[in-house]
T-cell receptor, first 115, second 112 residues
C-alpha cells in the first residue's frame, strides 16, 4: 500500500498495560513523526525525529515515550494510558524536515482503544 | 496562533460536477500547503502540494493558493463517487524545523 508500515493495526489495552507501537518506513526518508487523530479534531503532532534526533515534543504526557533507533524505525511506548488516549495513532515520514515542500507520507495507523 | 480552518461539511456534489474545497490559515509565515485525502478508517494520502501563488494542476485536481488572502483551495473536476472522502488541508511553517498544521477536514460526498 504505502512505504510506511505500522503494527499493530488495532490494539486494545487496559490502563495498567504497557505496549508499543511500531513504525517502519521504506522510503529512504530522514524524518519520522507520530500523530494522534481523534474524532472531530485536527491531527495532533506528538513527536518529530530528524536524522534520529528528537526535534519536537509537543507537550505530550510522559505516558507516551518515543524511540527512534535509526532513520527507518520509530516506536511509541505506551504505559498507564487513560481512556481519553483512545484514538488513531499515525506515523509519517518525510525526506528532510525543514526543506521547502517537504512532504509527509503516512502509514495506515494503529487504532488504539484504552479500556 | 497557527490555525488552519476548513468547513467541516458535509459537501455534496453530483457526479461529474466540480467540487470546491477551501482552507484558510492564520500564519503569514506559512510556507507550503498540502491537500490530503482520507477515506473512512484509512490514513491520509497526499493529493498534491503547492507553495507558489496561483494554480497548480494535477489530473482532475487543481490547487489554488492566494497568500495575500491566506487561503488555499482544491478543485476536483469531473467528481466521481470514489472521490467521496474527507479532505485535509495542511500548512507547514519554517519554525522549529518545519512543522505541519492540519485542519479538521471537509467531508465530501459525490452523489452518483
Amino acid at each position: 500500500e504505502t512505504g510506511v508500515t505500522q503494527t499493530p493495526r488495532h490494539l486494545v489495552m487496559g490502563m495498567t498495560n504497557k505496549k508499543s507501537l511500531k513504525c517502519e518506513q521504506h522510503l529512504g526518508h530522514n524524518a519520522m513523526y507520530w500523530y494522534k487523530q481523534s474524532a472531530k479534531k485536527p491531527l495532533e503532532l506528538m513527536f518529530v525525529y530528524n536524522f534520529k534526533e528528537q526535534t519536537e515534543n509537543n507537550s505530550v504526557p510522559s505516558r507516551f515515550s518515543p524511540e527512534c533507533p535509526n532513520s527507518s524505525h520509530l516506536f511509541l511506548h505506551l504505559h498507564t494510558l487513560q481512556p481519553e488516549d483512545s484514538a488513531l495513532y499515525l506515523c509519517a515520514s518525510s525526506h528532510k524536515q525543514g526543506a521547502r515542500g517537504d512532504t509527509q507520507y503516512f502509514g495506515p495507523g494503529t487504532r488504539l482503544t484504552v479500556l | 496562533q497557527k490555525e488552519v480552518e476548513q468547513n467541516s461539511g458535509p459537501l455534496s456534489v453530483p457526479e461529474g460536477a466540480i467540487a470546491s474545497l477551501n482552507c484558510t490559515y492564520s500564519d503569514r509565515g506559512s510556507q507550503s500547503f498540502f491537500w490530503y485525502r482520507q477515506y473512512s478508517g484509512k490514513s491520509p494520502e497526499l493529493i498534491m502540494f503547492i507553495y507558489s501563488n496561483g494554480d497548480k494542476e494535477d489530473g482532475r485536481f487543481t490547487a489554488q493558493l492566494n497568500k495575500a488572502s491566506q487561503y488555499v483551495s482544491l478543485l476536483i473536476r469531473d467528481s466521481q463517487p470514489s472521490d467521496s472522502a474527507t479532505y485535509l488541508c495542511a500548512v507547514s511553517l519554517p519554525v522549529a524545523g518545519n512543522q505541519f498544521y492540519f485542519g479538521t477536514g471537509t467531508s465530501l460526498t459525490v452523489i452518483p
